[in-house]
């Protein structure tokens, strides 16, 4: 039976109900949904730019405090409450990868009807430890 490490980080928002940042399983790191909160303001961005931006540096920061960085996620999963900011959403996390010099990951993209805030974005993500 492998060990489970819960993720603990003041780089990322903090978690909003019952549950962790993320989970390390030794070879595989799962975060939570993360939302775009600030997490030395507590303030999420107006836009949507900026919202997939702080949310995207939530999940480094979680997989970097379990010694990961962002090419080892190998799949995201992006909760949008507005699929008319699909292009806008793909610039910004297309930046974010190429910045890290890191491989786009496997991703899926769904539209929702509410997220929690009222944030515009949620990105969860996967890592490997290779």
């Known amino acids: 039976m492998s060990s489970q490490r819960t993720i603990n980080t003041q780089q990322a928002s903090e978690a909003i109900g019952p549950y962790v940042q993320g989970v390390d399983l030794g070879n ?49 999963t992006v909760f949008v409450k507005d699929l008319n900011d699909f292009s806008a959403v793909n610039a910004s996390y297309e930046s974010f990868f190429i910045e890290h010099h890191a491989p786009f990951p496997a991703r899926s993209c769904v539209e929702v009807a509410r997220l929690p805030k009222d944030a515009k974005i949620e990105i969860e993500a996967i890592a490997v430890r290779t």
């Open 28 to 76: 595989i790191v799962i975060t939570s949904g993360q939302l775009p909160i600030n997490p030395d303001t507590g303030i999420i961005p107006d836009n949507i730019i900026a919202q997939t931006r702080q949310s995207l540096e939530n999940v480094k920061a979680i997989v970097e405090e379990a010694g990961l960085t962002v090419a080892d996620i190998v799949k995201t």
